[in-house]
């Protein structure tokens, strides 16, 4: 097995696979090539994983690469907010994740390699290019998979790439100003437009852009970030650089990349008698569109992926109707105007309402939704999204 792509979905499940074909006695050869020369670089991920990922990785082996946990949640709309308690969500070092799964496939016999360039295929002849050496090499497989990112050169290779969409994401790690100085104007009085800054806390904005983030690596730095249409390149900057304002401090870095936008029953494998390809993580578009989140639906995949690509898309049927719901929800939320966020978020505000979204997480959002679909209160909405959908 060929695997191009060395993020979360591509060394999960080389992982995967390993430890079953270990199981079985079989010895498949697992190789996964990244373009990069390090691992985990460049960073084009916020990094924050709801409390789904301790069913996919050890429990004690989580805090390798969690930075900081996450308590609560505050969802603003343009005159309203809505304060919410959530289960530890897990904000995580993005490189040492990397590392930790690369590290956990090694030990599988994992051959991992970096700085080689997927450059075409005829059905199991692949060509990698040698970034060091400028080398082409000739490999042979019988089953490839592109876990390269939502531009997959697997995918655009093997006629998996259909017709996509992307937004762009746009992150700055900032050092926050602190809460005393964030908070007052030179006058003394409150500036309402500034957050205060709680390292248990996200900020959420669904309004903004696409939406936009804020999310804590600890008590002083933080992930600002905004996804935008890609279509909109005159406005991005000045959109980032105005949601910025409302976290004041030094920005130490600038983070960017592609967020792909899952499309439903769309074609992620092909299979020959002698040959297979597959896609999985962004390349697959498995992501969840209302909120970016693309790393535990990317290793769910791979371990579905790990027992086979014959049933690949059948196994994936729990997942993909979950990322069909986020996808609805998107496409409904997109047509919202600012009163719609306001109203959304006053009926949100009951006691009722409030334990529904906090006692589930966004990994589960079909058992969220039957749920406040049977409440009085949200039935309306639910009328008004459907019809936004159109």
């Avoid at 994992?110 to 400028?134: M, R």
């Avoid at 259909?162 to 005393?180: D, N």
């Avoid at 905004?226 to 401090?249: C, M, Q, R, T, V």
Wanted: glycine content about 6%.
């Amino acid at each position: 097995m060929i695997i191009i792509g060395a993020g979360s979905a591509g060394l999960f499940l080389a992982l995967k696979k390993s430890e079953l074909e270990q199981k079985s006695g079989d010895n498949e050869r697992i190789t996964v090539y990244e373009e990069h020369k390090e691992l985990g670089k460049p960073i084009q991920c916020t990094g924050i994983l709801t409390d789904e990922i301790k069913k996919l990785i050890p429990e004690n082996e989580i805090k390798k690469f969690t930075l900081n946990k996450i308590t609560n949640a505050t969802i603003y709309s343009p005159n309203r907010k809505l304060e919410l308690r959530m289960n530890d969500n897990l904000i995580i070092d993005n490189v040492a994740f990397i590392k930790y799964l690369a590290d956990k496939a090694e030990k599988q016999d994992v051959k991992i390699e970096t700085e080689k360039k997927f450059l075409d295929n005829i059905k199991g002849d692949v060509h990698i290019k040698d970034l060091k050496s400028n080398k082409i090499l000739d490999l042979k497989t019988d089953e490839l998979i592109g876990a390269d990112g939502p531009m997959s050169s697997v995918a655009f290779q093997n006629r998996l790439y259909g017709e996509r969409k992307q937004l762009i994401g746009i992150q700055a790690r900032v050092k926050l100003s602190e809460i005393k100085d964030v908070n007052s104007n030179n006058n003394g009085t409150k500036n309402n437009n500034i957050k205060e800054f709680n390292k248990n806390n996200i900020d959420f904005y669904p309004h903004i852009g696409e939406y936009a983030w804020a999310v804590p690596e600890n008590d002083e730095i933080a992930r600002i970030g905004i996804a935008l249409p890609i279509s909109d390149d005159g406005n991005k900057s000045k959109i980032f650089e105005d949601f910025l304002k409302k976290y004041p401090g030094t920005i130490l870095e600038k983070q960017g990349g592609l967020i792909p936008l899952h499309k439903p029953n769309m074609k992620i494998a092909c299979v020959h008698a002698d040959f297979a390809v597959a896609l999985v993580g962004d390349a697959a578009l498995q992501i969840k569109n209302t909120t970016g989140g693309g790393i535990i639906p990317g290793m769910l995949a791979a371990q579905e992926l790990a027992r086979g690509i014959d049933n690949y898309r059948k196994n994936l049927k729990p997942l993909n109707k979950e990322l069909y719901m986020h996808y609805l929800l998107n496409k409904s939320f997109h047509n919202y105007k600012d009163s719609d966020w306001d109203r959304l978020l006053r009926k949100a505000s009951s006691e009722k309402i409030k334990n529904i979204l906090m006692e589930t997480n966004r990994d589960n959002v079909r058992k969220m939704i039957f749920k406040l679909a049977l409440h009085p209160l949200m039935m309306s909405e639910g009328i008004i999204a459907l019809a936004k959908m159109n």
